[in-house]
């Protein structure tokens, strides 16, 4: 499976994504810079989390407007796993890939720290390897991780399944303690907590090495004969 990390202007947690999918996952990776017209030759894209374009307007709405965003929704459209962390999270909002929007912390300051969060599906591409209701540890980093939506959408969200993670302990005030939703279809996943920064024990914990896992399992499935 080759993965693409999306680099904008800002970004600055494509290296901890590289190097999860490379060196811990074992799985073909490359950057892939914001001005980038095609996304074809790869099977999974990956968004990874920092300050696109110094987060100036709001987090990701200027990003949204790459050339490459024009790609992401087609990979999306095809049903490509894809998945958003932290500063992607924001961008797939902005895009309108995902339902909602994102608000500063209820704190107004900025949150370093390793949450819990509890697996709230294991039907998904992205949480397959992880038990229903597991509760596993992941940081997270962020000034602006409130995720708000109207109640309809909240609904919705609901009972589609579209929530995969809560928090355990809201840190930042988010809506019904989410952590992360998909697409109504599955093959998009936003999250703000960073799993690409729990692949080893060495970083404090693995706990994140199981989503990308999932989705190389998946896709193998569905794409390769005798997987």
């Not at 001005?35 to 987090?59: H, K, M, N, V």
């Not at 294991?122 to 596993?136: D, K, L, P, S, V």
Request: charged share 20%; aromatic share 8%.
């Amino acid at each position: 499976m080759k993965f693409a990390v999306i680099v904008f202007p800002g970004s600055n947690c494509d290296v901890d994504m590289f190097h999860a999918i490379q060196d811990e996952l074992g799985e073909e990776v490359e950057y892939v810079w914001h001005d980038t017209e095609s996304l074809a030759e790869y099977d999974g894209i990956l968004l990874p989390g920092g300050f696109s374009y110094g987060d100036y307007l709001r987090s990701g709405a200027i990003a949204r407007f790459s050339n490459v965003m024009k790609e992401v929704v087609k990979a999306a459209e095809a049903g490509k796993p894809i998945l958003g962390v932290c500063n992607g999270f924001q961008i797939l909002l902005e895009a309108g890939l995902l339902p909602g929007a994102m608000r500063r912390n209820e704190s107004l300051s900025f949150i370093c720290k390793p949450v819990e969060l509890k697996v709230e599906t294991n039907r998904t591409i992205f949480t397959a390897e992880y038990e229903q209701g597991q509760t596993i540890t992941i940081p997270v980093a962020h000034g602006e991780g409130n995720y708000y939506c109207d109640e309809q959408t909240l609904a919705q969200l609901k009972e589609n399944n579209q929530i995969v993670f809560t928090y355990q302990q809201n840190p930042n005030g988010s809506l019904a303690d989410i952590a992360g939703i998909t697409n109504e279809k599955g093959n998009v996943l936003g999250m703000m907590p960073h799993p690409e920064r729990a692949v080893d024990e060495l970083l404090g914990g693995a706990d994140g090495l199981k989503l990308f896992q999932s989705i190389v399992k998946t896709w193998r499935e569905a794409n390769v004969v005798n997987a």
